[in-house]
């Protein structure tokens, strides 16, 4: 029997989810032996030689990878370049890089990948280190190098196991065990990095374990129960609070680390049973909108990105539908996308997924008027905290789409480069500010950086979906109650309502960034995208109508180009202030809506199934 050490965090709510992790020198007792041991075996090498020549869409990913492998094969080595702080652009190209060349390989027997993926790996065995002052950057070259060196192990000359080896220990092992023994900051935070660092480690670990027994065991000891801060924010729906672009690298991640857990060691110890984890890919696909863009808020990009961990969490989970949402939303394939790959599924509809959903933890709400159809409306809307890494100034922000377009849109993250991006110039910048975000702004004022924005009201039925989220805090120097709703009518027109009591200071604005071309009439504004249109229309205050303002940013900035504001004004005057805009593709309805307080809105609050 392993001696056991149980890993347990008290809070107020109670004792969190933990799972039992042997003893250090146990927890290497049942280490494969024989090569390939991570992620992808030998025996998963004959079954993908198999699906290739019997799946199509298998084939077709496989002579994507070997095309790309056949660019690699002339292009430069990775360079020890440092950009800002980091190194990182080359720890994943070399990531890349060996991935791809390994897998060709490891299915074609074509020297030629073998060779330029050596080279790129002894290249990199070279650096000075890592960089491990930006651990991601340390992480992912131990990751990097660790699968060349278990996937290509037969093949290489006993001089290069040892120069490979030798990296892995000394910029990346050791590294991370000085990072451990102190309890450093990432070892004990519950973001992205804890996650990406403990999982790119424990691969190199778990790659020169044989070698390396006892500084392996510690490694993959510290990170199990590292990693287990981090995944407890999967609870209890799986989203993720950091946005859809951190959602995918810590998933990613995490599935490396419990993927090459499971083919070296045949467990993963449980952390695959970590509450909201089986069902984190339901984030993902919410997330995504008709137009194949993200509801990106926090340092997002709108790009979905392609996610080999959707086919992995499918066919771990059994969720057919998780790998059909990747092979239609694939953006851009990796060597994973083959050896994880699933054909199974069907389209949300059919799978009987709901088109509405609130995420809780992050106080995150999708809306949408159908799956399945690139025309479709699809809202997202959000409270939460302004606290959580990588977080704008953003609560109350939304973003939508409608007739294949994106009309109201996130700019996203802006240059991690730039001046204390991460520092005290952070809500200084346009894009991280409030003035940047689809929400109200008084005065030009940023919302409150502590503020938290809980949903107090969701609602899903068929004529009409809701949310309203509860905006006091983010505004509390300048008002006494604030909250905004979003409500998809007749799965077809948005209603962006806002209520305001004790409102001071000179001007409030909405604003909603838009690439559209404006036209302004009035209480109405019409936005323009090729053939298609959006209408905007006032609902309340009587008399308030649309303006134009720039949503450009001084250097070193990005500046935005193409983007513009669709602004409403309200001069701030005693009394409780509603201001509701209507959005309607194609054309406004002939009867207007009725306006109705939020606090009618909120009488029903219920959460429908994800499935």
Same mark, same amino acid.
Request: charged share 20%; glycine share 8%.
């Given at each position: 029997?392993?001696?056991?050490?149980?890993?347990?965090?008290?809070?107020?709510?109670?004792?969190?989810?933990?799972?039992?992790?042997?003893?250090?020198?146990?927890?290497?007792?049942?280490?494969?032996?024989?090569?390939?041991?991570?992620?992808?075996?030998?025996?998963?090498?004959?079954?993908?030689?198999?699906? +290739?020549?019997?799946?199509?869409?298998?084939?077709?990913?496989?002579?994507?990878?070997?095309?790309?492998? *056949?660019?690699?094969?002339?292009?430069?080595?990775?360079?020890?370049?440092?950009?800002?702080?980091?190194?990182?652009?080359?720890?994943?190209?070399?990531?890349? @890089?060996?991935?791809?060349?390994?897998?060709?390989?490891?299915?074609?027997? *074509?020297?030629?990948?073998?060779?330029? !993926?050596?080279?790129?790996?002894?290249?990199?065995?070279?650096?000075?280190?890592? $960089?491990?002052?930006?651990?991601?950057?340390?992480?992912?070259?131990?990751?990097?190098?660790?699968?060349?060196?278990?996937?290509?192990?037969?093949?290489?000359?006993?001089?290069?196991?040892?120069?490979?080896?030798?990296?892995?220990?000394? %910029?990346?092992?050791?590294?991370?065990?000085?990072?451990?023994? %102190?309890?450093?900051?990432?070892?004990?935070?519950?973001?992205?990095?804890?996650?990406?660092?403990?999982?790119?480690?424990?691969?190199?670990?778990?790659?020169?374990?044989?070698?390396?027994?006892? /500084?392996?065991?510690?490694?993959?000891?510290?990170?199990?129960?590292?990693?287990?801060?981090?995944?407890?924010?999967?609870?209890?729906?799986?989203?993720?609070?950091?946005?859809?672009?951190?959602?995918?690298?810590?998933?990613?991640?995490?599935?490396?680390?419990?993927?090459?857990?499971?083919?070296?060691?045949?467990?993963?110890?449980?952390?695959?049973?970590?509450?909201?984890?089986?069902?984190?890919?339901?984030?993902? +696909?919410?997330?995504?909108?008709?137009?194949?863009?993200?509801?990106?808020?926090?340092?997002?990009?709108?790009?979905?990105?392609?996610?080999?961990?959707?086919?992995?969490?499918?066919?771990?989970?059994?969720?057919?539908?998780? !790998?059909? @949402?990747?092979?239609?939303?694939?953006?851009?394939?990796?060597? &994973?996308?083959?050896?994880?790959?699933?054909?199974?599924?069907?389209?949300?509809?059919?799978?009987?997924?709901?088109?509405?959903?609130?995420?809780?933890?992050?106080?995150?709400?999708? /809306?949408?008027?159908?799956? *399945?159809?690139?025309? !479709?409306?699809?809202?997202?809307?959000?409270?939460? *905290?302004?606290?959580?890494?990588?977080? @704008? &100034?953003?609560?109350?922000?939304?973003?939508?789409?409608?007739?294949?377009?994106?009309?109201?849109?996130?700019?996203?993250?802006?240059?991690?480069?730039?001046?204390?991006?991460?520092? $005290?110039?952070?809500?200084?910048?346009?894009?991280?500010?409030?003035?940047?975000?689809?929400?109200?702004?008084?005065?030009?004022?940023?919302?409150?950086?502590?503020?938290?924005?809980?949903?107090?009201?969701?609602?899903?039925?068929?004529?009409?979906?809701?949310?309203?989220?509860?905006?006091?805090?983010?505004?509390?120097?300048?008002?006494?109650?604030?909250?905004?709703?979003?409500?998809?009518?007749?799965?077809?027109?948005?209603?962006?309502?806002?209520?305001?009591?004790?409102?001071?200071?000179?001007?409030?604005?909405?604003?909603?960034?838009?690439?559209?071309?404006?036209? /302004?009439?009035? $209480?109405?504004?019409?936005?323009?995208?090729?053939?298609?249109?959006?209408?905007?229309?006032?609902?309340?205050? !009587?008399?308030?109508?649309?303006?134009?303002?720039?949503?450009?940013?001084?250097?070193?900035?990005?500046?935005?180009?193409?983007?513009?504001?669709?602004?409403? %004004?309200?001069?701030?005057?005693?009394?409780?202030?509603?201001?509701?805009? &209507?959005?309607?593709?194609?054309?406004?309805?002939?009867? &207007?809506?009725?306006?109705?307080?939020?606090?009618?809105?909120?009488?029903?609050?219920?959460?429908?199934?994800?499935?």
């Amino acid at each position: 029997m392993y001696a056991l050490f149980l890993v347990t965090l008290m809070v107020s709510a109670g004792q969190e989810f933990s799972v039992e992790v042997p003893a250090e020198n146990e927890i290497l007792k049942t280490l494969r032996a024989e090569r390939p041991r991570l992620i992808a075996t030998a025996a998963d090498t004959q079954r993908i030689k198999k699906l +290739i020549a019997e799946e199509p869409r298998a084939a077709e990913l496989y002579q994507q990878i070997k095309r790309n492998a *056949d660019r690699y094969l002339t292009a430069d080595t990775v360079q020890y370049r440092i950009i800002g702080p980091r190194l990182l652009s080359e720890s994943r190209k070399c990531l890349e @890089h060996v991935y791809t060349l390994a897998t060709a390989y490891r299915l074609e027997g *074509d020297r030629r990948y073998l060779e330029r !993926a050596v080279k790129e790996m002894l290249t990199a065995a070279s650096f000075k280190d890592w $960089n491990p002052s930006h651990f991601l950057d340390t992480a992912e070259m131990t990751h990097a190098l660790a699968i060349g060196y278990d996937w290509l192990y037969k093949d290489l000359s006993q001089q290069q196991r040892e120069t490979i080896r030798q990296a892995i220990v000394e %910029k990346g092992l050791r590294e991370a065990e000085k990072v451990y023994r %102190k309890q450093q900051w990432w070892s004990r935070t519950r973001h992205n990095w804890n996650q990406v660092c403990n999982g790119g480690i424990t691969i190199g670990a778990l790659a020169v374990a044989d070698q390396e027994r006892e /500084l392996a065991a510690y490694i993959v000891h510290q990170a199990v129960q590292s990693v287990q801060l981090a995944m407890r924010e999967f609870a209890p729906d799986g989203a993720c609070v950091e946005g859809p672009g951190y959602w995918n690298y810590a998933t990613s991640y995490n599935v490396y680390m419990l993927a090459a857990l499971e083919s070296a060691l045949g467990t993963d110890f449980g952390l695959s049973g970590f509450p909201g984890f089986s069902v984190t890919g339901d984030f993902r +696909i919410h997330s995504v909108g008709p137009t194949k863009q993200t509801f990106n808020f926090a340092d997002a990009s709108s790009g979905a990105g392609r996610a080999a961990q959707m086919f992995w969490l499918a066919r771990k989970f059994n969720q057919p539908l998780y !790998a059909w @949402h990747e092979r239609e939303y694939i953006g851009g394939v990796s060597a &994973l996308h083959l050896w994880w790959y699933d054909g199974r599924g069907q389209p949300p509809s059919k799978a009987g997924f709901a088109t509405d959903r609130w995420f809780r933890r992050a106080d995150v709400v999708f /809306l949408r008027s159908a799956w *399945d159809d690139p025309q !479709a409306v699809f809202v997202g809307f959000k409270g939460g *905290d302004n606290k959580v890494n990588h977080s @704008h &100034l953003e609560l109350g922000t939304f973003v939508l789409d409608a007739l294949g377009e994106r009309w109201a849109v996130d700019l996203g993250a802006d240059n991690y480069n730039m001046p204390a991006y991460f520092g $005290n110039k952070r809500w200084t910048y346009y894009r991280l500010a409030t003035i940047g975000q689809n929400t109200i702004v008084i005065d030009g004022q940023n919302q409150d950086p502590k503020a938290v924005a809980p949903v107090v009201a969701f609602s899903s039925q068929p004529q009409r979906a809701h949310a309203v989220v509860d905006l006091s805090a983010a505004y509390a120097k300048q008002v006494a109650k604030a909250q905004r709703g979003a409500a998809l009518l007749e799965r077809k027109h948005v209603l962006v309502q806002d209520e305001l009591e004790g409102i001071s200071g000179k001007e409030l604005w909405w604003q909603m960034h838009t690439q559209a071309k404006i036209e /302004l009439k009035g $209480n109405q504004a019409v936005l323009s995208q090729g053939k298609q249109q959006l209408w905007a229309t006032v609902l309340e205050p !009587a008399g308030a109508g649309f303006a134009i303002e720039s949503a450009a940013a001084p250097p070193p900035q990005n500046p935005n180009t193409g983007v513009q504001k669709l602004v409403v %004004k309200l001069p701030v005057a005693p009394g409780p202030v509603r201001l509701a805009v &209507l959005l309607s593709p194609n054309k406004p309805p002939e009867n &207007l809506p009725t306006v109705e307080p939020l606090s009618k809105w909120a009488g029903s609050i219920v959460q429908p199934p994800s499935k």
